[in-house]
């Protein structure tokens, strides 16, 4: 037994020593397992069985002073629901454990569920089931989540080409500068970035833009962006076998952020890259795609996707500027890693 811990093998050791405890291949009913957004499973019909959990953790994830519980119920889903849209598929059931102090008032509970519905009502998503038990310290809200899709529409983090060009479904960086607004709060001159706000607190899951590409057969890789593009763009890297190059003036930033970053000394491309929570889509596809991209995404999402770089054949994220071309590293925040 090592006698290492946790914090000296961090977040992506643990995901390992979990997935090197499993068995050596997945049984014929299961298509996708670990590395991918959802657990892809056989069924007796046409479509595959879509499989997604997400876990919230008070003090980790969220807080009074950045999430109201009204907040927490709808983002807690629509998380879940943009693992859905990374493969192109439909939500369909959910089941919400809640783990909850026992001195927390019922107006928290009332609230969550409130912002859990409307989330749930403009998806078409059933509440199925779940757990409650008692929390000795802070909330703890896990959901899992189910969907749905044909196989022929669904697409994964592992089919990204040599040459591709890498695109994202909106702006960058947001949810991270909304958080820096609201432990900022206190300065009067940071006040006027609603959006920014409601990317952290209210994100909109990419789901239809999600299933439009998925269908258009013109993605050959996928994934929502979490834990910020450089960190997930490298796992669409390491489960296809590429590299990648991103253009950092082709990065996709608001107006309200980049207003917020002079006004605060910080670096909106960090912000970007690697700030996460944006719940955007990226995904890739052949250069000679690029005009049905847009008018796809246009017509999808009212404006078209970003086109940020290029798949690789040299290891490793890749960040290109004006002055010149660095190798990217994933920061962002890592579990387990102190």
């Known amino acids: 037994m090592s006698s290492k811990t946790l914090n000296d093998i961090g977040e992506d050791g643990v995901i390992q020593l979990i997935h090197g405890k499993g068995l050596a291949s ?14 892809v499973l056989e069924t007796d019909g046409d479509s ?11 003090g980790i994830h969220f807080t009074a002073e950045t999430l109201s519980p009204e907040a927490l119920g709808w983002k807690a889903l629509a998380v879940n629901i943009s693992d859905i849209a990374a493969v192109g598929g439909t939500p369909h059931t959910a089941f919400l454990s809640m783990g909850i102090k026992p001195e927390t008032e019922v107006s928290f509970v009332e609230s969550f569920m409130a912002g859990f519905e409307a989330m749930a009502a403009k998806t078409d998503i059933v509440l199925a089931g779940g757990d409650t038990v008692e929390s000795p310290s802070g909330a703890v809200i896990t959901i899992t989540l189910l969907g749905s899709g044909l196989p022929e529409h669904l697409v994964y983090r592992s089919g990204a080409k040599i040459g591709d060009d890498i695109w994202v479904t909106g702006p960058l960086g947001n949810a991270a500068a909304g958080l820096f607004v609201l432990l900022n709060k206190n300065a009067s001159e940071l006040a006027g970035y609603e959006s920014l706000i409601a990317a952290l607190q209210r ?18 890789a996928m994934i929502d ?14 489960e296809s076998g590429t590299g990648a190059l991103l253009q950092a003036a ?4 608001s107006g309200q952020l980049e207003r917020l970053a002079s006004l605060a000394h910080k670096d909106s491309t960090e912000w970007a890259l690697h700030g996460g929570e944006d719940y955007e889509l990226l995904f890739t596809t052949s250069s000679a795609n690029e005009q049905k991209i847009v008018s796809l995404t246009t017509k999808v999402l009212g404006n078209p996707a970003a086109k940020i770089g290029t798949i690789v054949q040299e290891d490793g994220i890749w960040l290109e500027t004006q002055e010149r071309k660095q190798p990217l590293k994933p920061g962002g925040y890592t579990h387990f890693s102190r």
């Open 203 to 220: 994100p909109i899951p990419r789901l239809e833009i999600g299933k439009a590409l998925g269908q258009s057969g013109l993605v050959h």
């Open 48 to 58: 595959l069985l879509l499989v997604t959990m997400d876990t919230l953790v008070e």
């Open 250 to 253: 082709s990065l996709p930033l």
């Open 225 to 238: 962006i979490s834990d910020g593009i450089a960190k997930d763009l490298r796992h669409v890297c390491q």
């Open 26 to 39: 997945l049984p014929p009913r299961v298509r996708k397992g670990i590395g991918e957004d959802c657990a």
